[in-house]
């Protein structure tokens, strides 16, 4: 199970942190992810992190977003500095099975095990 809680309004150029708390499953085995949608448009990959800590970023949050895992506590941030209306998104955690490198075919969203319920990030301009 993966909860996601730190959604909210928030104005343009601010930060917001989100966090993933994961239960049941053998988090340190586990590659996460962080995903967004938006209305009318195709679920889109935001930041993953490996089972061992790489990172890897989309292009669009590339330089303003820091994903990091905390695997004492079993959980996943997305800090998100200089945000943009355009992130306005709800926001999903998602969980892989994998010990691979923290490269895009690792966080294909077609190999994802679980995810969570979303969490609604409004940016204003």
């Known amino acids: 199970q993966l909860d996601e809680s730190g959604g909210g309004l928030v104005q343009a150029g601010d930060s917001l942190r989100l966090s993933c708390a994961a239960s049941g499953l053998a988090f340190s085995n586990y590659a996460m992810g962080w995903f967004r949608r938006t209305p009318g448009k195709e679920r889109e990959f935001v930041a993953g992190?490996?089972?061992?800590?790489?990172?890897y970023y989309g292009d669009s949050v590339k330089g303003r977003f820091t994903i990091s895992r905390d695997n004492a506590q079993n959980t996943v941030d997305l800090q998100m500095d200089m945000l943009k209306p355009e992130d306005t998104a709800v926001y999903y955690c998602a969980a892989r099975h994998s010990t691979g490198p923290a490269a895009g075919s690792t966080f294909n969203d077609q190999y994802i095990d679980y995810w969570g319920k979303g969490t609604l990030v409004t940016v204003s301009s």
């Open positions: 992190i490996s089972w061992n800590g790489g990172t």
